[in-house]
């Protein structure tokens, strides 16, 4: 995170809103708690990060006409400026990361990342 804190900080946002920013901007409209999920964050901690970027203008938030209690996010146009103005500045940071390691390597990282995560999302018992 040394390579992307600096690029955040100067913008404002944290390594959490971060992730919530892109994950609007990639899937479009979400409800909180699917948010949540897309970001591995927790409930309570997405919750006041929806409060945070909806008071600085960078999410719309609405209530879902059949459950008031769902909140319906996306992201807002200064959000979409934000991730068009940090996204390439992102992308160069982690094209460096993959440049300094051997191809092979990566390839093997990601491999058993995958590996990782479907074992992970595996139902309880396989």
Partial sequence: MSRFRP???AEGVTEQQW????????QG????????????ILAPS???IIRRLSADGYV??????DDQRELKL????????LVDK???????AYAKIRDQMEPE??????RELGRFIARVDAPAGD
């Fill in 29 to 40: 409209e979400l409800t909180a708690a699917g948010l949540a999920s897309e970001c591995a």
């Fill in 105 to 110: 390597h990566m390839a093997a990282l990601y």
């Fill in 74 to 81: 996306r992201i807002a146009a200064r959000g979409k400026r």
């Fill in 19 to 26: 992730r919530a920013l892109r994950a609007l901007h990639e």
């Fill in 60 to 65: 719309l938030v609405n209530r879902s006409k």
């Fill in 7 to 9: 690029l955040l900080q």
């Fill in 46 to 48: 997405m919750t006041r």
């Fill in 86 to 92: 940090l996204g390439p500045e992102i992308e160069t």
